[in-house]
């Protein structure tokens, strides 16, 4: 028989892997039906299976809901060896084993805040030998005690969640993140799994050479969530705002972000003001109040927080149909990774960011405090680039979704995504956008093209700074033309005619704004300009559109007879849940709960035949469900 794929990369591995090429892809399939419930892997998935499968080191970036956690899930339990993740952060890990033991898998996790009943099941998975798949964090998985016993295992791979924090062009670095380089000494043979939802072609090189990764095999699959709706607008009246986005979902999920810990604690009691029953999350809580907090929105218990970045990291929940920046984030990759706690299992959800020119001074004094402290002012020059990013994203008037692909190097050929403000013709024509645009123009133009939009803004706007004065710009005669839009509007016209190529910024630390052919055809009118603004209220919900990865058509929505069994049976899963103690979306997703009130099955194998519900679900939950369904709507 010829060697196979696998059997020739066994001299890199601890012993010789069991699966062989003409049985892999039946293993694969039994395992993911027997432990998961489903029938396919999505996009990338096989991909990255195979390559722990061939024991090669891996980079696999796949967007938030886009199913990296059974990319190094399945292959152990097809292996039958133990899988190390790395993961830094304790909720998440604690979710995942929570919904694996649910499956039946023996998964454990390492970490501080483990119990002595923790204890006392992750021992006896050790013990038995029964143990596949082990969480454990940075801390805990450099103990010398722990490094030893780990090179004692028979030890198929090791994953590394949130890889993006080993890079300092990352938007979270973590200086703790660049140990994870050692591994390749401790444990020479063992392939390494790198996993991220956000990593540009910059970070991904990176993380590559900070784990040495070794003839790595690179999925990066496709950035773009179709199922979300993007909305980003001005910050004008926050309460309300916030208010009219959770009047949009009734009484689903929403996470709202803000910036500081004073900010969620005041943004909250304006909510429970307007009988809203929102509560604050910040790392400054005592940490009982915020194990409580977590706990009950992972629960439903509550489902309005008003938290800090960290918040949405360490939540899995996946039925989030809101999510609202109460400020503008730091960085793209923040916002794609925190926008990414929106529609989860898949369903159509909203994010919506209100944004003030406020936002990206106090980011930048943030950061430069930081860099200070840390003495590390090449991170905090990564750091105020990808701000600047973030701030012309906010100002743009181009589609949203084609705004992010491009920035994380990928094309996007949707005319429409039907999915946006700007796709959903939610942004008005400025009237007289031709002459806001030769004025803005002629301010760059005699100013001598050597400033940045800030400073053109303060020239505009008929500002009598130090700066402007000293240097007789306030004697120009665009001095003050535009006094009476605010500078974030004007910042955003700015924005929107670079992104109409009538007007350029220059690259580098300072970028300063210059003109070029097409702005000279502005300025004589031989070109068309428009620039837009938000409308003024969303009083329908979005339009929203939801494509799959694989150009599916999209599930219809509920008929409201089906939306009771819908809710009949989202009980049902939250009683469930709460005798377990796990979160509700551990037993079934709202996807899943979705398709049953569709099919409405009545037996063991139909019930089977819904996606995410295997042999161990059925068993644990399926007659409960079934009985749930047989009932008159």
């Known amino acids: 028989m010829a060697r196979s794929v696998v059997e020739s990369l066994r001299p890199r591995l601890h012993t010789p892997l069991p699966v062989i090429d003409k049985d892999r892809n039946r293993l694969m399939h039994e395992a993911l039906e027997r432990w998961f419930g489903f029938s396919s892997l999505r996009p ?35 292996l039958d060896r133990l899988t190390v993740v790395v993961s830094p952060l304790i909720a998440l890990m604690q979710d995942q084993v929570d919904g694996l033991r649910l499956n039946g898998v023996p998964a454990a996790a390492s970490h501080s805040n483990l119990d002595a009943a923790g204890r006392r099941r992750l021992n006896a998975l050790i013990d038995s030998g029964e ?28 994953a ?81 705002q916030v208010v009219e986005g959770i009047s949009r979902h009734g009484d689903a999920a929403t996470i709202i972000y803000c910036i500081s810990r004073k900010d969620t604690e005041a943004l909250a009691k304006q909510l429970q003001s307007r009988n809203i029953a ?20 992972r629960a439903e218990r509550c489902n309005v927080v008003c938290a800090t970045v960290a918040f949405g990291m360490g939540i899995d929940r996946s039925d989030v149909r809101l999510v609202v920046h109460a400020a503008m984030p730091k960085s793209i990759e923040h916002y794609q990774q925190e926008t990414g706690r929106a529609g989860r299992d898949g369903l159509p959800s909203e994010c919506l960011m209100l944004y003030s020119g406020a936002d990206g001074a106090k980011w930048r004094m943030i950061m430069q405090r930081a860099g200070q402290e840390y003495g590390d002012p090449e991170a905090t020059k990564a750091q105020l680039g990808l701000l600047s990013h973030m701030q012309r994203f906010a100002g743009r008037a181009q589609c949203r979704h084609k705004t992010l692909s491009e ?20 942004l008005d024509l400025v009237p007289d956008s031709v002459v806001i645009a030769q004025k803005i123009l002629s ?23 130090e700066k ?8 120009i005669p665009t001095f003050g033309l535009l006094k009476d839009l605010v500078a974030m509007r004007l910042g955003n016209y700015i924005d929107q005619l670079i992104d109409d190529g009538s007007l350029v910024r220059t690259d580098g630390e300072y970028p300063i704004l210059v003109l070029n052919e097409a702005s000279g055809e502005v300025l004589r009118g031989n070109r068309e300009v428009s620039l837009r603004s938000p409308k003024g209220g969303l009083d329908q919900p979005a339009r929203r559109r939801r494509r799959g990865s694989s150009g599916a058509s999209p599930a219809r929505a509920l008929t409201p007879v089906e939306q009771e069994v819908f809710d009949r049976l989202r009980a049902l899963r939250r009683t469930l849940a709460t005798g377990m103690g796990v979160p509700p979306y551990v037993v079934f997703s709202d996807a899943t709960l979705e398709e049953l009130a569709r099919e409405r099955p009545s037996t063991r194998s139909a019930m089977l035949d819904v996606k995410g519900i295997g042999p161990k679900k059925y068993d644990s939950f399926g007659q409960q469900f079934l009985a749930a369904l047989a009932e008159e709507a």
């Open 44 to 78: 990338l998935q096989k991909e990255a299976v195979d390559a722990a499968l061939d024991g090669r080191d891996a980079l696999v970036v796949l967007p938030t809901g886009g199913g990296k956690s059974l990319c190094y899930q399945l292959p152990p339990l097809v």
């Open 407 to 426: 920035y994380f190097g990928q094309s996007y050929d949707e005319p429409n995504c039907g999915a946006c403000d700007v796709c959903l013709n939610e």
């Open 160 to 240: 590394i969640d949130e890889a993006h924090c080993i890079s300092q062009w990352g938007h979270d670095f973590r200086p703790e993140y660049r140990r994870l380089a050692e591994l390749r000494t401790r444990f020479p043979g063992v392939p390494v799994h790198a996993y991220t939802a956000t990593a540009t072609p910059r970070v991904r090189q990176d993380i590559c050479d900070q784990l040495q990764l070794q003839d790595c095999v690179e999925l990066i699959g496709t950035f773009d969530r179709p199922e979300l709706t993007y909305r980003v607008l001005p910050r004008q009246g926050l309460i309300d």
């Open 468 to 475: 402007v004065l000293s240097r007789g710009h306030d004697q």
């Open 443 to 465: 301010a760059v133009a005699r100013t001598g093209q050597r400033y940045g939009a800030s400073y053109i803004i303060d020239v505009l706007r008929g500002s009598k700074n």
């Open 131 to 158: 143990l596949r798949i082990l969480f454990v964090a940075p801390e805990r998985l450099f103990l010398e005690d722990f490094l030893q016993w780990l090179s004692k295992c028979d030890l198929a791979a090791i």
């Open 278 to 297: 929102a509560e604050a999350y910040h790392a400054g809580l005592a940490a009982g109040e915020r194990t409580r907090i977590s706990a009950d929105f």
